[in-house]
């Protein structure tokens, strides 16, 4: 079983910072890929950020309403991945989700998500 637990949302004023954390613990094999995804009230989700992990690639990938505001990176030791985000505007409020794609064992391999953490941005 694995799991994935976010911390590091909250309130923060337009302009702000903050950073999300996403820890997988469980079994785990190895770690292809790590995302970060928001839906916003009304809205679909979209993806955010992406890191290729496996392999130590480290490949990124940014939604262009994020680009050079945000920042995705990962620690392969702890199986975690963090989200940096600065210049926060209000239309960054949403719900984050972390999702990984795991191999629990050398050919199997599924998507994972956390339960999200809240991030407001106040204007």
């Known amino acids: 079983q694995v799991q994935l637990v976010e911390s590091g949302g909250g309130l923060v004023q337009a302009g702000g910072s903050l950073r999300l954390s996403c820890a997988a613990s469980g079994s785990i094999f190895s770690i292809n890929a790590m995302n970060w995804y928001r839906q916003a009230p009304g809205k679909q989700r979209e993806l955010v950020a992406s890191i290729i992990s496996r392999n130590n690639r480290g490949t990124t990938n940014y939604a262009d309403s994020v680009k050079g505001r945000f920042t995705i990176s990962r620690d392969n030791a702890d199986n975690t991945v963090y989200l940096q985000m600065n210049s926060l505007k209000s239309e960054d409020t949403a719900v984050y989700y972390c999702?990984?794609?795991?191999?629990?064992?050398?050919?199997?391999?599924?998507?994972?998500w956390g339960k999200g953490t809240l991030v407001t941005v106040s204007s």
């Open positions: 999702n990984m794609n795991i191999y629990i064992n050398s050919l199997t391999r599924d998507d994972y």
